[in-house]
């Protein structure tokens, strides 16, 4: 009987094929590298739901949500952690940050507003952890005790972005705002992907070659400054926007070289409305201890 050419087919494995390719990816942040000394040395970002432990203080110790460091790729994701464990409970967040990344910023911002919570430049004392205890031994705790400071509290840069997200925004006449030119860094990083090739040839004589990815792995590569235009600036404005942040806070961004920094005056923060309040941290917990609670109230 003769044999059917075309049900004849024979699956060869031709073995992996590996590609380098060469990417290059701009990432907008605001320049810290040679701005004033007080921005220098910050580590990433520790977001940390933190107890105040005042004397006498026993069930209802006052509570907030304390962001200290320069703001990374990483720290959107722990702030949902932290969130997560505050639960419904609308805690103040105390920010204490030289700035970072934008696009990090601009999505931990979205997370604050949508939970509707009030921001404050307020660094945090933290009480000393006990080191035989087992949450000291993590890297990330996410839970500590301390003591609100406005005291040389400061929310430059990127931080900007995240005050500007607050339901109200305290900044205490102790605490300072500040802003500065964007700067664009560049990075040519390599992508190597490796290939399982299959080729399938048919009796006809004819060949199929189909590849399958089966691994990527990405390899840190050169960073630099990159251009700086005027579209580099929408998602910012717009953000700012949508935060009710008043128009004249993108020139005093621009107007500022990003080897230095301007320190935003009173009267700069309200008229941009980067501030609603001239309140520290502390004094906004303090009055929120005797704000009556739903249960009591009108009773």
Known sequence: MPL????????????????????????????????????????????????????????????????????????????????????????????NSGGGSIEAAIAIGRMLRDRKLDVSVTRTDFDPCPAKTKACKGKRRL????????????????????????????????????????????????????????????????GQTKRRLICEQRFAGRTSPGQVTESTYVPIEAYLKEMGIGEALIPLMEATPNTSIHWMSPEELASTSMATEALSGDALLKLATVEPSPSTAGN
């Open 4 to 95: 059917n050419r075309r049900s004849v087919s024979l699956s060869v494995w031709s073995g992996l094929l590996v590609c380098v390719i060469a990417c290059l990816v701009q990432v907008p942040a605001f320049a810290k590298r040679s701005a004033p000394s007080i921005l220098q040395h910050m580590q990433p970002m520790r977001v940390q739901l933190v107890s105040g432990a005042p004397s006498g203080c026993s069930v209802d110790c006052p509570e907030w949500i304390s962001a200290e460091g320069d703001i990374v790729e990483s720290t959107p994701a722990a702030f949902q952690q932290v969130l997560k464990l505050a639960g419904n409970r609308k805690l103040p967040v105390f920010v």
């Open 143 to 206: 839970t500590a005790h301390g003591k609100p400071n406005s005291h040389d509290a400061y929310c430059a840069s990127a931080c900007t972005l995240l005050l500007a997200a607050g339901e109200r925004r305290l900044v205490s006449p102790w605490s300072r705002v500040g802003v500065h030119q964007i700067i664009v860094f560049q990075t040519q990083y390599r992508i190597r992907r490796t290939y399982r090739v299959t080729t399938t040839i048919r009796a006809s004589g004819l």
